[in-house]
């Protein structure tokens, strides 16, 4: 159910998903409203091909502050929220953005009365070991007991994310725990932007999204080389090996652990969601061998 024509808050505006939430909006006819720290880097085009907004935006707010300059102004004239803020590789503390800047967002949407808040989270965070997976899980837990329409979609994995092995096949070589069994469903930006577009309007719920594939980690593996056109090269990493990864990381920084933790808690649990879209990964890797 799209709820066109009316106006769309985006937190996380210029990150991957965030981008790409905002180019169906202003397809779909609604008036964008994005919160930025940088109007300039949210002009120029994003990573891993993710549109550039200077096109896009109606309406703009400049927060590069976070948390501080967002007064109730902000939520004015808005009809549904919808958030993609979250921290992977920033510099960044997860319970800073991902949780209590979220939950900003979603005081200052209750205060206004706005129609529904959507939250774009991650599959599994409930039972995930790093501090971004418990930040979003504490998140969703409160935005599932807000009086506002509270809508949250948790994909498999992005495309984005599958670009590190890519990369690797590309130098030769690709690294996974264990026999490389477990199972995603990832999903391009633009499919997983239509899905939360199509939810404006709609009723409360949950929703585990993933693109029109399942593939069990060795096949995108397999997907990446074929791509780069080398032969497949698969190193199985024992258990103990990604416990002392964490175990350096956690020496290097908080952040390094955290991030570490929730990569290895991706690469050892299946997460399928509902098939959704038309991007294929091979056709993503295939995009970026040209």
């Not at 908080?254 to 879209?277: C, E, I, K, N």
């Amino acid at each position: 159910m799209v709820d066109a024509g009316k106006r769309v808050l985006v937190a996380g505006a210029t990150g991957y998903v965030g981008r790409h939430v905002i180019a169906r909006l202003h397809d779909e006819g609604f008036i964008v409203r994005a919160v930025v720290r940088d109007k300039a880097r949210a002009c120029a085009p994003g990573a891993y091909d993710a549109p550039a907004l200077a096109a896009l935006v109606d309406e703009w707010v400049i927060a590069p502050e976070g948390e501080v300059d967002l007064g109730p102004d902000v939520m004015s004239g808005v009809d549904h929220v919808i958030s993609a803020l979250g921290v992977t590789r920033q510099k960044a503390d997860p319970w800073t953005i991902d949780f209590l800047l979220n939950l900003r967002f979603l005081e200052l949407a209750e205060q206004a009365e706005v129609d529904s808040f959507l939250y774009v989270g991650v599959m599994n965070a409930a039972s995930g070991t790093s501090a971004v997976s418990r930040a979003k899980h504490a998140f969703m837990e409160a935005l599932s007991r807000s009086r506002v329409v509270p809508q949250i979609v948790d994909p498999s994995g992005y495309f984005s994310d599958l670009t590190e092995i890519y990369d690797l096949a590309r130098r030769g070589m690709a690294f996974g725990l264990g026999d490389g069994s477990v199972r995603l469903s990832p999903i391009h930006g633009a499919d997983l932007a239509d899905f939360c577009v199509s939810r404006l309007g709609g009723s409360a719920g949950s929703w585990n999204v993933g693109g029109p594939e399942t593939l069990t980690y060795r096949e995108i593996v397999r997907i990446a080389f074929e791509a780069a056109g080398k032969k497949p090269r698969y190193t199985r990493v024992p258990g103990p090996f990604a416990s002392a990864a964490v175990w350096t990381a956690d020496r290097i920084s908080p952040r390094a652990g955290s991030l570490t933790r929730f990569f290895l808690d991706g690469m050892q649990t299946d997460s399928v969601g509902d098939p959704h879209g038309t991007h294929t990964l091979a056709d993503y890797y295939a995009a970026l061998a040209r």
